[in-house]
């Protein structure tokens, strides 16, 4: 049954003994001559919750393993959409007044537009009319604080329709777990998995659950994609049949602009034949006119002929 979200409450970490704990980034600055120098400086939580472009966020091998698998099940599963795009620990711009932009692990969006520049660090989503249908974070210890807790709150006032946490951060040596929201009308709810355990992936038509530790998913037929390698290939096969299905479309054209053309060619050739024919139509019909005119005339003039001997 689904309830409604209570903030799970996680402990500040402090930074004193690792100040780069979350990870950093390089800003310009001025030195008393005037010159420009790089420096690192660490990360904070909050820039953590709202990264700029160009930051590094730590993150673990768990992290890694389960990103890489998710993003080739996510690609391959929607590669045969169109104008639905999955993004991967890109900054996104929600276009929401009063809410910061995110780096989700990842943005499913429908309406990406063909002109997209892959160089752009950011997506706005205002500027193409685009909208979420999923919002996915894979926990590590950097970002599992803001995952947990602030992002339930910001997704929501965002506008985001359904969010999916991976954790695997659990303290205390407990199972790695799964959580879903499903947007609501006062706030998110909480998504139940089924009796199974597999937990939707909202309106992509994926679902997801852990098996001996490892992350699995499977779509609505039920089949499975059990290793990255799999979904990798998956997304070849996907583009394949793409790709196949589009130089197919291309032969289907041209044999239809064949066929057209050859139609129009045939329609032409039996107008001009008409047209010749109703022509020979009206010129016989002339020339009969123009005989049975002369033969009229020349029998005329012999009875006019016959008057005149006839008299004399």
């Known amino acids: 049954m689904n309830t409604h979200v209570e903030p799970q409450v996680q402990p500040t970490r402090s930074t004193d003994a690792d100040p780069w704990f979350y990870g950093w980034r390089y800003v310009t600055q001025f030195e008393p001559d005037g010159t420009e120098k790089s420096i690192q400086v660490p990360l904070t939580e909050e820039d953590v919750l709202h990264p700029q472009e160009g930051d590094f966020i730590v993150n673990n091998d768990d992290h890694r393993r389960d990103c890489r698998y998710l993003d080739a099940v996510l690609s391959a599963h929607l590669a045969d959409r169109p104008n639905v795009y999955v993004f991967f620990d890109h900054r996104m711009d929600w276009g929401v007044e009063g809410i910061k932009a995110h780096g989700p692990d990842f943005a499913v969006v429908d309406g990406f537009p063909d002109d997209w520049d892959g160089q752009r660090g950011t997506f706005y989503l205002s500027e193409c009319a685009a909208r979420t249908l999923l919002a996915l974070e894979v926990t590590s210890p950097a970002t599992r604080e803001g995952d947990l807790n602030a992002k339930v709150d910001e997704y929501y006032r965002a506008g985001i329709p359904y969010y999916v946490i991976v954790d695997r951060q659990n303290e205390d040596g407990e199972k790695p777990r799964l959580l879903a929201y499903r947007r609501g009308v ?18 992509i038509g994926l679902w997801i659950r852990f098996e001996d530790g490892r992350l699995v998913c499977r779509d609505a037929s039920g089949r499975p994609f059990l290793e990255p390698a799999e979904a990798i290939n998956a997304v070849a096969d996907a583009e394949s049949r793409a790709e196949a299905a589009e130089e197919q479309a291309l032969v289907e054209a041209q044999a239809r602009q064949r066929a057209e053309a050859q139609a129009r060619a045939e329609m032409q050739a039996r107008r001009l034949e008409t047209q010749a024919r109703e022509a020979a139509e009206v010129r016989a019909q002339s020339e009969a006119l123009a005989r049975q005119t002369a033969e009229a005339r020349l029998l005329q003039m012999e009875a006019e002929m016959n008057r005149l001997r006839g008299q004399s």
């Open 186 to 203: 006062d706030g998110y709810v909480v998504v139940e998995p089924d009796a199974e355990g597999w937990l939707s992936l909202g309106s």
